[in-house]
Structures are given as structure tokens and as C-alpha cells.
């Protein structure tokens, strides 16, 4: 058994040989991770065309009197501007000073998982012989905090197309959505799913989605970790027929899942047989709202929220290693999360994430290893602040955060008998409706 970065330095075999596979996704969604927005081309959501230099006034004047039939099929149909990992890695690592490899840079990680992972993943793929000639492009990043929003995307294509020449011409385009990094308001956004549906980067993610499968062809995979996953599945149920034909799987990768009114809804129900969703058997993030679909439940060298790093899920081959089912403190959490989720009126869930979350912001930090760095100075402006709620807000908030606590110290206790890879929850009863229930089910 192994992980993903032994995977990727010991699978030798092309995307043509041996297609895209569930630990491939894995791969693909924690690579954006990295810092990839300063060294590959971007993308505009405001705008039908790309930013770098692919707007059709540009896409005219490239006007090429030797090869007019190749300029006028980019005239109409631009290909899509893109670097390769391995052309990647070595502008991410490049020195200004000399031809070492110590460029400093920041992947944009949840402070649980070591930065220096992300750092080796993305140099061996780009001396992989299977992932070194995957192509990167339409990068977009979007932090808003007055919107609560963080958003990020990219579109990685597979070297697995019919032309020989140039193996990524309507080869198979995976779209990887970004989870939550480290900010605070990445985190502010995740919670606000409680209560608000769609969020700000739901709404991104659909026209990420939109805007790729419209300005270039070829199959379409979509693949998330954590937050990531919950964005690929909205965005496939918000797509257009047409694009939804050409979407050949969703890999949601312990991300959590929706309201019961959604996850019932035609539009979810709709894509459900095209979307994966895989589970470390200690799941926390993944068990949050109502996940009807069976999920295949990955090994873990890891207890507790740590499992949720895509680094200590276990492979074998090109297969991950499986649990027969979640562990009894990732069922426990979910029954006692939903249960949570349902005794409260939305109202009450909006003010128990924004209690929460002044509590946080009174330390000063603008992320999470900000605030981490911090204590214990930071201690009293935080008791301070959970001083000044209400005693309603303080009673949810203390509820949820023994819940939180509970799951993520919990040793894994693995079921005694083998039972179906699938959440024991059942979808809570249905709850009210928001105005904005109608985008997801048009």
C-alpha cells in the first residue's frame, strides 16, 4: 500500500493506455491546491473569452498565411491556452538567482496539511511520464470577503485525444474545483451552507463550468476535494443538457453534500448516476448534509480529521484500498450533525455560524495558521467575544462545537460486520424552501 504521490511516481502507463481513474481524480483535485494562478493562463468568469490572449480580436490578428485553415478553426473554436506540468513545476520552482530549485512559494492548503506534500506532488507529476504532458489552463482564483466567497478552479486536459501530433486536442478535459483553503472566509462560506443555498462559490463553479465546456471541446470529467466535490456535483446538476452529455463522471472526494429538498430535487437526481463519492472511513467533512448516494470508503494511515488529507488515503495500484464501511465515530457524527441541523430554523443556523465566527475574527487573523500562531495570546479577545452572545447563540454554538470535537478526536472503530460503503443517515425531513431552490432544479 501506498499514496498518491508513490502513485503517481510508480504509474507509468499513458492516459491512452490505461484511461483516467478514481485515484487520477484524487491526483488532479489536490494539485490545484498549489499556487498555480501566477504561472498559467487565466480565465474571466465576467467575460465569454479568456484573459490571456484568446479574445476573438486577438484570436484575428494571429492571422497566419502559411497555415489558414489551422487559424480560421482557432478563429472559431480557440484552443485552450495551457502549459504543461512539467512547464509548470519549473516556472513554480525557478530561481531567480541561480538554477536551483528554491523559489519560495505558498500552496494555498488547509493548515492541517504540510505544504511541503503539495510541493512533492506537483513535481512528481511533472516527472511522471503519465502526468508530465497533462496541460494546465483557465486558472481562476476569486477571494471576496464582502461576499464571503472563496473560489478557485482550473482545467487540466489529458493527452489521451486521437491526434498524434498533439495528443490534448479534444482529449478529455478534467475541471478540478479547489476546496476550502486557509482563509477565513473559505472556512465562513463552508458554514454558511447551513442556512444559504446556493453560496457565492456554487454559483462560481456553474459558470466555471459553463464558460470551459463553451469555448472548448472534448469530454469532461469533474473532480473536488472536500468543498471541491460539493462545487463539481452543483455545477454538473446546474449544466446545460448539452454540456451534461459530455460529462463523464464527477469524483466528489469527502466533500459535503446538500439539503434534503436538493439532493430530491430532478436536477441532483438527474446526474447522481455519473457522480463517485469516496469517503476516508473517518469522514467528518464528507458526512455534512444529506449524502443519499452509496459511497466506496477509502483506508486511511491517519485517525480523525486528519483522514481528510487526500495524503494518507492508501492505494494499491490504481485502485484505493476499501473499508467495508465508515468507522462508528463518522456514522455517530452524522446522526448527531443532521440532528443538529434539523432542530434549528435557519435563522437560528445563520446566528450560530456568525457567533462562531466573531468569536474567531477576534483574534485579529485573517486565516486559520494566522489565528494558530497566535495562541494562546489570542485566548481572551476570543472568550471575550463568545462573552458577548447572546445566551441563545452561545448554547447552539457551544452544541455544534462539541459535535466538531467529538469527531474529529475520535479513534476509528471499524464496524464489526461488512456492510454496504454507504452513509447509515437517511436524508433529514424536509425543510423550507428558499427562493433560490429554483436555480438548482432549472
Not at 114 to 141: I, K, M, W, Y
Not at 200 to 226: C, E, F, K, N
Amino acid at each position: 500500500m501506498s499514496g498518491i504521490i508513490e502513485y503517481v511516481h510508480a504509474e507509468e502507463r499513458s492516459f491512452q493506455a490505461e484511461p483516467f481513474n478514481e485515484v487520477d481524480a484524487l491526483v488532479i483535485a489536490t494539485l490545484i491546491y498549489e499556487d498555480v494562478a501566477n504561472i498559467s493562463p487565466t480565465l474571466m468568469l465576467d467575460e465569454s473569452q479568456p484573459s490571456a490572449g484568446a479574445s476573438f480580436a486577438s484570436r484575428l490578428r494571429a492571422f497566419e498565411p502559411k497555415h489558414p485553415v489551422i487559424w480560421l478553426k482557432n478563429l472559431w473554436r480557440p484552443a485552450l491556452e495551457s502549459v504543461s506540468l512539467a512547464e509548470a513545476n519549473q516556472e513554480l520552482h525557478r530561481s531567480l538567482a541561480s538554477t536551483a530549485d528554491d523559489k519560495p512559494h505558498e500552496p494555498q492548503v488547509v493548515s492541517v496539511i504540510n505544504p511541503d506534500l503539495t510541493h512533492d506532488l506537483f513535481q512528481a507529476c511533472a516527472q511522471s511520464s503519465r502526468f508530465a504532458n497533462v496541460r494546465l489552463g483557465a486558472v481562476v482564483e476569486h477571494v471576496n470577503r464582502g461576499e464571503q466567497t472563496q473560489f478557485a478552479a482550473a482545467t487540466f486536459q489529458l493527452p489521451d485525444g486521437r491526434n498524434r501530433r498533439n495528443p490534448t486536442h479534444k482529449g478529455t478535459l478534467v475541471i478540478s474545483f479547489r476546496g476550502t483553503d486557509d482563509s477565513l472566509i473559505g472556512w465562513k462560506e463552508d458554514f454558511n451552507m447551513t442556512f444559504q443555498y446556493p453560496v457565492p462559490a456554487q454559483r462560481a463553479a456553474s459558470a466555471y463550468l459553463d464558460t470551459v465546456a463553451r469555448l472548448w471541446a472534448g469530454p469532461i470529467i469533474l473532480v473536488g476535494h472536500s468543498k471541491g466535490g460539493n462545487l463539481a456535483i452543483y455545477a454538473a446538476m446546474n449544466a446545460e443538457p448539452a454540456v451534461q452529455k459530455r460529462i463523464q463522471h464527477v469524483y466528489s472526494l469527502d466533500s459535503p453534500g446538500f439539503p434534503s429538498y436538493v439532493v430530491s430535487s430532478p436536477a441532483y437526481l438527474g446526474i447522481q448516476p455519473k457522480v463517485t463519492k469516496i469517503v476516508p472511513s473517518s469522514s467528518i467533512v464528507g458526512m455534512i448534509f444529506d449524502t443519499p448516494e452509496p459511497c466506496r470508503v477509502v483506508a486511511s494511515d491517519s485517525e480523525g480529521i486528519m483522514q481528510h488529507s487526500a495524503y494518507t488515503w492508501q492505494v494499491d495500484g490504481d485502485r484505493f484500498v476499501t473499508e467495508p464501511d465508515l468507522s462508528s465515530s463518522s456514522q455517530l457524527f452524522n446522526e448527531e450533525l443532521n440532528q443538529w441541523i434539523t432542530n434549528l430554523t435557519t435563522e437560528q443556523r445563520e446566528r450560530a455560524v456568525d457567533a462562531l465566527f466573531t468569536v474567531l475574527h477576534a483574534t485579529g487573523a485573517n486565516s486559520f495558521s494566522e489565528m494558530m500562531s497566535r495562541f494562546p495570546a489570542s485566548i481572551p479577545s476570543m472568550l471575550g467575544a463568545f462573552v458577548g452572545l447572546t445566551p441563545e447563540d452561545r448554547r447552539h454554538l457551544t452544541s455544534a462545537l462539541l459535535i466538531l470535537f467529538r469527531a474529529s478526536t475520535a479513534k476509528s472503530k471499524r464496524p464489526q460486520q461488512a456492510q454496504a460503503s454507504q452513509p447509515s443517515s437517511q436524508p433529514s425531513e424536509a425543510e423550507p424552501q428558499p427562493e433560490s431552490q429554483q436555480s438548482a432544479e432549472q
